[in-house]
């Protein structure tokens, strides 16, 4: 068991894939009470109950992070279960990229929704409760496109460096209720992540990307494990990392 993790009640938006469901199992295996949020009710009860009979406590509530009130109602599952929230990582997000003249405006709207509008329902709904305890920790994930943005990406990016902007902001805002906050970039992880690009020629230049480099998703799994492991003096507050192989 790690210090800092075991005992800890974690929400994780999307986490029936990907980075989410790593995230899910690692922490679980630490000790950590997760409790998971996604719309694939299936995925999330299952891998609930998997990690249930392995011994560790864990709740599937099903969310669609782009409903206020259903992250509300994620978070307060949480607490009327465990008694607190100690973890709210705010994970769920999608990437469908495309040049901006093919104008694929529901998409954009969608990222929107998601990635940005997502991530701030979550942290309304956590917030008061880590005010309150005068606790907490915001784990929020950006992307190396929040960092840098290329053709194809605008809007992608736009949406990573807003929840840079946001997490940045809300560090600086949360310092009188000893809250910390993390938000983490990672490169190319291989998950179902590129599966809903639907723009052909974006899709095959992100899937063989992808073949060629990304690394396991239990690698942001572990930026997790770090920032939580912390003393709770120390904050860890950006954490970018990539394939050792991705270039960009
Ligand atoms: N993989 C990478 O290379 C990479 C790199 C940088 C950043 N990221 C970021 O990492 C995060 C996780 O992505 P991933 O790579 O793990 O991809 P993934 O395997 O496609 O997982 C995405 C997760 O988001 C959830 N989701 C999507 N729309 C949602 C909604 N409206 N409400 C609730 N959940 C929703 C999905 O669950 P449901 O479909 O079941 O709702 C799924 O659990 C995203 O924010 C992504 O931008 C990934």
């Not at 809903?196 to 063989?208: E, F, G, L, Q, S």
Request: charged share 25%; proline share 4%.
């Amino acid at each position: 068991m790690s210090d800092n993790i075991e005992g800890k009640v974690v929400v994780i938006t999307g986490a029936s894939s990907g980075l989410g469901e790593a995230s899910a199992r690692l922490l679980s295996a630490q000790g950590a009470s997760v409790v998971l949020g996604a719309r694939r009710e299936d995925r999330i009860k299952s891998l609930a109950d998997e990690l249930t009979a392995g011994g560790g406590r864990a709740l599937a509530v099903t969310t669609d992070v782009t409903h206020r009130d259903q992250v509300k109602k994620l978070v307060d599952a949480a607490v009327q279960a465990c008694g607190r929230i100690d973890v709210m990582i705010n994970n769920a997000g999608l990437m469908p990229q495309s040049l901006l003249e093919h104008l694929k405006i529901d998409e954009w709207d969608r990222m929107i929704d998601v990635n940005i509008k997502g991530v701030l329902y979550g942290i309304a709904a956590a917030l008061p409760y880590m005010q309150k305890q005068k606790a907490g920790h915001i784990i929020n994930v950006s992307s190396v496109a929040g960092h840098r943005v290329g053709p194809g990406t605008a809007v992608y990016a736009a949406t990573k460096y807003a929840v840079r902007a946001l997490s940045e902001g809300l560090r600086q805002e949360v310092k009188p209720y000893n809250i910390r906050t993390t938000v983490i970039s990672p490169g190319a992880v291989a998950t179902e992540l590129p599966d809903n690009v639907t723009d052909p020629d974006a899709a095959a230049r992100i899937h063989k990307f992808y073949a060629d480099l990304a690394i396991p998703a239990d690698s942001f799994a572990r930026a997790v494990a770090f920032a939580m492991s912390q003393p709770d003096d120390v904050d860890i507050n950006e954490i970018l990392y990539r394939p050792t192989r991705q270039e960009i």
